[in-house]
């Protein structure tokens, strides 16, 4: 089975070594669209490379692990042992469970509760210490199997496991004041608000058009109590400048920016040009205690 995968954006330091693969920790996100990784180098102790891939036709958990397969066979290096990998895994069927109300036995129980059964996937569940939940999703079998035949030491999470946890951290001790965080991707986006250290909200939203997407996001925030003139509203993800997204946002959102670098974080000089709210995620779920 063929599927066409191609890298879209390569950014690498030259101080990058295939062949010193042990001295670099791996992030990788992997969706039916495609996957990007980044490079964190202990020894220059910050991120010396990124690169994304586009999957064409990639919409099945088996053509995306023959999608997976024929990017590692285009860069044999990535099959190379790391110091440690975080697999990100981009998808919408999850669902976010309270931590006193968490009982393991019963993680199926919450999923079908919000998402259609998967053929072919076992239910997987990450703790979110930070934010006093568990995140529990499908993992499809296919892919979990040529993740981990790829790597063994991998450790596989759910995207927004990573996303959630990684916004609670680096907004610490800021304003008691609730902030609101719109991760952009695909047909559909997620909605994270959080204060004084806490989680307030989550969710993921279908939205085909920027309609879709501010009767969401309202929405969302009347019934959060959000008033769109003083709240901060922070974009991340496949979002631009001149998305159309974003241009009906500034219509009714007043403060409005994109996701800074991670100051938590040094980066190389070949990453100075690349949009970091695009790739934020990837930079930043390093200091995630998943």
């Known amino acids: 089975m063929f599927i066409a995968a191609r890298p879209t954006l390569s950014r690498f330091d030259k101080a990058f070594r295939e062949d010193h693969t042990r001295q670099y920790h791996l992030t990788i996100r992997i969706g039916a669209d495609g996957l990007s990784y980044a490079l964190f180098g202990n020894d220059k102790q910050r991120y010396l490379a990124l690169e994304t891939w586009t999957f064409i036709k990639a919409d099945t958990d088996v053509r995306l692990a023959s999608a ?5 066979i285009q860069k044999a290096w990535l099959s190379y042992p790391f110091q440690s990998v975080l697999v990100l895994i981009d998808h919408t069927y999850n669902a976010l469970v309270p931590a006193p109300l968490y009982d393991d036995k019963e993680r199926a129980v919450y999923l079908a509760f919000l998402q259609q059964f998967k053929d072919g996937s076992r239910v997987a569940a990450d703790e979110l210490k930070t934010a006093g939940a568990w995140n529990v999703y499908y993992l499809a079998n296919n892919l ?16 927004t496991s990573a996303l959630i946890e990684s916004l609670l951290v680096a907004n ?10 719109v991760y952009l991707r695909g047909n559909s986006f997620d ?13 993921n939203f279908k ?41 009906a946002i500034w219509k009714y959102i007043r403060n409005v920016r994109f996701a800074a670098p991670n100051p938590a974080f040094e980066y190389s000089y070949v990453l100075e040009d690349v949009q970091f709210h695009q790739h934020h995620l990837i930079f930043s779920a390093l200091q995630c205690a998943l």
Do not use: C, M
């Not at 199997?145 to 999470?157: G, L, S, T, Y």
């Not at 909605?191 to 969710?203: G, H, M, S």
């Not at 309609?211 to 496949?238: I, S, W």
């Open 68 to 72: 997976l397969d024929e990017a590692i």
């Open 144 to 159: 979990i199997q040529k993740i981990k035949e790829i790597w063994a030491n991998a450790r596989v999470v759910h995207l």
């Open 172 to 181: 610490r001790n800021q304003s008691a004041e609730p902030a609101a965080f």
């Open 191 to 203: 909605l994270t608000v959080i204060a004084a250290d806490k989680l307030l909200f989550y969710n």
């Open 207 to 247: 939205a085909r058009n920027p309609e879709d997407f501010l009767y969401f996001l309202l929405f969302a925030f009347d019934q959060q109590g959000l008033n769109p003139e003083t709240v901060n509203l922070t974009l991340l993800g496949n979002i631009t400048i001149d998305h159309p997204v974003y241009e």
